[in-house]
Structure formats: C-alpha cells, structure tokens
C-alpha cells in the first residue's frame, strides 16, 4: 500500500483504505476499482493523493519518467538540472518540482514543439538600438524612480476610484460609473469577469452588475492590476520577451491566489494582484537603464547567478527594491510595496505568511515553465515559507494543474492583443 499523487493515478489502480474528503465525508469505498470518472472528479472533491494496494509513489514517479523516449527525457532533465541549479535537489518539494518540470518538457518534446529552454546553450542577447543606448548604471533607487515618475504618470483611473472607495457613502455603482468611462479598462475586466478565472454560472453582461457580484474592492484591485500592465505596454522586446515576462507574472498571481485560498480569511485578489506586480522593478530598470538592464541579464547567465544577486552585485540594489519605490510613488497601499520588496527572503519580513505566500507562487511558477524560460532560475525555497503555508508534496501537482486551467484565460484578458495571441 501507499499514497500515490492524484496525476499519477491511472484507471485500474485498487483502493487500498476508505477514501475520504477534505471535510472527512466518505468518497469512495475500499477495494473500489478507479475509473476514468473518478479520476476527473478527485480534483473537485479536492483530493490530492490516494492510498493505492501494491503501490508506492517512488515506484509511480519513476515509471512515468522511464516511459518517456530516452533522447527525450535526457534532454528534458538537462534542462531541470540547469533549471534548479541553485537548490537542492534531494530535497523533497525540489525533486517534486523538478520531477514535473521534466514532464512537461518532455511532453512538449514528445508533441513535437520546440522548447527553447530546453535547448542547450544560452542565446546572447542583444538591444536592437544598442548604438543609441548610453552605457550608464544608476547610481541608486531613487535615481530610477524619479527619472520613471517624470516621463509618466500613473494611469488616473485607478485614483479615481479610490477615491470613491474612500467615500463612505460611495456605493458599487459609483465605482461601475468610474470604470466605465475607460472602454479598453472596461472591455478587459469584462472578459476577466467572464473567465474561468472566476466562473460563474452566468455571464456577467455589464460593469455594474461584475461590480454587484464580486464587490467594489474586489472590482478596483483588478482595475489597479490591469493599469499597471497598461502602463508597461510601451516596452520594447528588445532582449526579453513581454509576452513570456507577464505569462510568468500572471502564473505567480494566480498561484498566489490558490495558496491564498488556503488560509482562513485571506483577500485572494489581493493575492493575485501581489503576483502580477511582484516583477515590475525589472521592467522598470529597463525602461529607465535599459543598458543595466543588459549587464545584469548577461552577469546572470554567465557567472551564473540568481536575476537579483546580479543586480545588486553590479548595482548595489534589486529589482525588488526598485519594485518597492516605485510603488511608493505611486501611492499604492505600504503593506504591498512591503510585500513584494520580501519576496526573494520572506524569512526577513514581519509579515511572514503574506510573503510566504508570494514566495511560494514565485518558485511554483518558475519551476512550472509558466513564462521565463530556464535560464531565469528557480531560487531556493525557503523551508519556513514552506511550512508556514502548512503544505504538503503532494499539494503540488493538484495545485499546477488547477492553475493551468486558468492560466490561458487569464492571459487573453490581462494583455493587450499584440501579446496574448
């Protein structure tokens, strides 16, 4: 007997002991013959491992693995290998990550796609304009952020709104009024509303009655959300891909709403909003430094070394930190600019579980491929962030596959047309 992970269950497989949910109700008995129903519908009774006769999960996980053509799976762990190259692979969450970061290489190689990341060596890259691009570093935080607040502001639709959510006596329709008079904010957050993102049982027709059903903050947590990656649509895909950079940004916000989730009494939007945003201080070092920007890229990739331990050996600060100031400037709420500032080393924050929890959706997205390719890193997981969120290995799968389902949908909603398709 032995607990087997839900996406290693296939259709035969025997009960080895009473199933039961995560409310204790009985599911399915013992000795009971898994079909394909019952495979389909563990992940909504939220089931995540099964007792299995005969079985052990290594047993599983190594046969899923030596199904795959050897070409293929060689290729595909080589790219693990340089994925977790900075954590400690006999770790048990590491070994899971890296076990279905293998799989779902090995299954693009398999269908026939091209999986740069997978492939070996690193392209150098290139600024298109670099003949026009001064060879200057910043010399602090401040010096960026005040160059960026210059050049442009902040979009003034989200400030509208919060000013009508600072009225006590502002209702949702006065927030739907505010959102409506912006036609492209309005169409997104519709399409947003309408996803599976949210799913509901009826399609929601207008900004008034999205603002009824999910709530004015809710509402102006998605518009804030939206806004900003308006606000960076003017970027350059010089060296990096935008569409790859808000895939990734989009995956964290949507793990960190799953693991939100989890925790009794916790703003999921608030979470999903930390994750689109945790980022930002990367895209804002390449629109002010875009010459910084590529001396950090290449120190990264050749030393190698972690993205932000790159920038603060030759900047003498991070992305996160960049992140935070330019928040800051923009008046968002200090809990968040705090939040995303700790997302690399959530051990040092105060608040340790909201960390944990950016932290956690940051390595599940980069160790998932959801945008970055594998030359961005997966950082060490912190053990404490791990335990603070009371998880399992065996959440893991579950908690991807939940999050694949909406990360597409989610895309086509938050970008404009140029980056979704």
């Known amino acids: 007997m032995g607990m087997i992970f839900i996406d290693d269950l296939t259709t035969g497989m025997v009960l080895a002991e009473d199933l039961h949910g995560p409310n204790g109700r009985l599911l399915l008995p013992k000795n009971t013959v898994l079909e394909d129903k019952h495979l389909r519908i563990f992940k909504i009774w939220g089931v995540t491992q099964v007792d299995i006769n005969g079985l052990e999960q290594d047993s599983c996980a190594s046969a899923s693995l030596e199904s795959l053509d050897p070409e293929i799976l060689e290729k595909s762990d080589r790219y693990a290998q340089r994925l977790f190259r900075f954590c400690d692979r006999s770790d048990p969450v590491v070994s899971e990550l890296c076990r279905l970061a293998t799989l779902r290489t090995a299954a693009d190689l398999a269908a026939g796609k091209r999986v740069l990341e997978a492939e070996d060596g690193h392209e150098t890259p290139v600024l298109t304009n670099h003949d026009s ?93 939206i806004s900003v990656v308006r606000y960076f649509d003017d970027i350059p895909q010089d060296f990096f891909s935008m569409k790859r950079f808000w895939t990734h940004s989009i995956a964290t916000g949507i793990f960190a709403k799953i693991l939100a989730s989890r925790i009794p009494g916790c703003f999921e939007e608030r979470f999903f909003l930390l994750g689109l945003i945790h980022d930002i201080g990367r895209l804002v070092i390449f629109k002010t430094f875009p010459y910084a920007a590529l001396e950090v890229f290449l120190m990264a990739t050749q ?75 997966v950082s060490p997981i912190s053990h404490r962030a791990w335990e603070l969120l009371g998880l399992s290995v065996s959440d893991i799968a579950p908690m991807a596959s939940q999050a694949d389902h909406m990360i597409d949908d989610i895309i086509h909603s938050f970008l404009p047309e140029s980056l979704s398709e």
């Open 133 to 225: 691009i001064m060879p200057m570093l910043p010399e602090s935080v401040e010096q960026i952020v005040s160059q960026e607040v210059e050049l442009v502001s902040f979009p003034d639709i989200y400030f509208q709104i919060l000013t009508v959510l600072e009225n006590p006596r502002s209702s949702s329709a006065q927030v739907a009024e505010v959102v409506s008079k912006d036609p492209s904010l309005a169409t997104r957050l519709m399409k947003l509303v309408n996803s599976p993102f949210y799913g509901l049982p009826t399609k929601v027709d207008s900004i008034a009655r999205a603002t009824t059903l999910l709530g004015a903050q809710e509402l102006s947590i998605l518009t804030l959300g």
């Open 303 to 377: 030393a190698p070394c972690l993205i932000h331990e790159a920038e603060r050996r030759l900047l003498g600060f991070d992305h996160t930190e960049v992140a935070e100031a330019m928040l800051e400037a923009w008046n968002f709420p200090d809990s968040l600019c705090h939040i995303i500032c700790c997302h690399h080393e959530p051990d040092l924050s105060d608040k340790k579980t909201d960390c944990a929890v950016l932290h956690m959706a940051d390595v599940l997205a980069r160790a998932l491929r959801n945008g970055y390719r594998g030359k961005f890193a």
